[in-house]
């Protein structure tokens, strides 16, 4: 079967660094996505990695390792407004155009 | 305006009814799809479809259905509503082309007593 783990809880200051894990177990690879939510609202893209390495945008930042089935995506400056949910995603070894979602890590960032 | 709708936004029902949610897009996606998010259970995905005449169950698909009447409008019902489907359900699409991320409604928060 496919399988994601992510921490179920987070919490960090404001103006810091923090870093969160994803693992995954799946029979093939093809890509790990990276998506916040906010609190009753709709997941939104992060960051997409498919080969191994760090991916950069801005305040965020995403790596991958496939030989070790993990990812993670690092938040710097953190603000307030970074509270939220990280949801860790696979594309399906089966079907690429599904996706596996890990249960997400809530991050609360405080003053 | 926003690229992916949904509605209702919230729905209260009772056990037994028929209940339908409705998702719009005017990406120009082919494919859409419909989840449903539980605390502590993450997105599961119910239906998916890449094209008009094309539906395909997801991981938990038992007491629901689809209709892909156009590629912008993608429903799911639910015939008989039980209070274990109260969660909340989003709608999402991708594109063919590069990373093809998938992008999500609003959500409609269903509530079944």
């Known amino acids: 079967g496919q399988n994601i783990d992510q921490p179920t809880e987070m919490t960090a200051t404001e103006g810091a660094i923090v870093q969160i894990n994803c693992t995954y177990q799946?029979?093939?690879?093809?890509?790990l996505f990276w998506y916040q939510q906010h609190a009753g609202e709709a997941p939104t893209f992060l960051s997409y990695n498919v080969l191994d390495g760090l991916e950069e945008k801005g305040r965020f930042s995403s790596f991958l390792s496939r030989s070790k089935g993990y990812s993670y995506l690092l938040l710097k400056e953190l603000q307030m407004k970074d509270s939220a949910s990280y949801l860790c995603a696979v594309r399906d070894p089966k079907d690429t155009d599904k996706l596996i979602f890990g249960t997400g890590t809530r991050l609360q960032v405080f003053p | 305006d926003a690229d992916v709708t949904q509605t209702p936004r919230n729905r209260i029902t009772k056990t037994g009814k028929r209940i339908m949610l409705e998702c719009s897009q005017t990406?120009?996606?082919?494919?859409m799809y419909w989840y449903r998010q539980d605390p502590g259970l993450g997105l599961r995905l119910i239906y998916y479809s890449f094209d008009v005449k094309d539906i395909n169950k997801g991981e938990i698909s038992d007491g629901y259905s689809v209709s892909r009447q156009a590629q912008a409008k993608f429903s799911l019902s639910l015939e008989s509503a039980i209070p274990n489907q109260t969660a909340l359900y989003f709608c999402a699409t991708s594109d063919t082309t590069g990373v093809n991320e998938q992008f999500f409604g609003p959500g409609t928060r269903l509530t079944v007593l």
């Open positions: 990406k120009g996606h082919d494919r």
């Open positions: 799946t029979s093939g690879f093809n890509g």
